[in-house]
């Protein structure tokens, strides 16, 4: 029961490409969206306006009524979309275990003591933004 729950915050591929618009060039009314999402063959008017009501209904996106045309706007972040993508993958992939994933890039040689030196250089510069913020 929790994986479904956990699947409904998933974008479709449609969707995230819709997201990707929206994300930067909002805010799109549906021809906008139309034109500017990189499917082939292009997608319907009537398709990119469900797509846009779908996302609405779910709260991903907002949408403002200008003159005879509904603008739209992304309400979920790039960042909270990619948290979702990843923790799910993780989930269904590695069982939940951030270490599995790791181990999984050092594997395919994605990930190498450089990369890792890098990315640990970037945690501590992360950690040290936080601490600095949250005793703000």
């Known amino acids: 029961m929790g994986s479904t729950a956990k699947h409904k915050q998933q974008l ?33 008017y009537t398709t990119v306006q469900t797509m846009l009501n779908v996302l609405h209904r779910k709260g991903r996106v907002k949408r403002t009524l200008r003159g005879r045309a509904f603008e739209y706007e992304p309400l979920l972040s790039r960042e909270r ?5 990843l923790r ?30 890098r990315l640990s250089k970037l945690l501590e510069q992360h950690q040290q933004n936080e601490d600095r913020h949250g005793n703000d």
């Open 12 to 44: 479709t591929p449609l969707e995230l490409q819709i997201m990707k618009v929206l994300w930067d060039s909002s805010p799109c009314n549906v021809l906008a969206v139309q034109n500017r999402l990189p499917v082939l063959p292009k997608l319907a």
């Open 81 to 85: 979309a990619a948290s979702h993508a």
């Open 88 to 117: 799910d993958m993780i989930d269904r992939l590695f069982g939940g275990s951030v270490e599995g994933l790791l181990m999984s890039l050092i594997r395919s040689r994605q990930l190498d003591p450089k990369k890792l030196e």
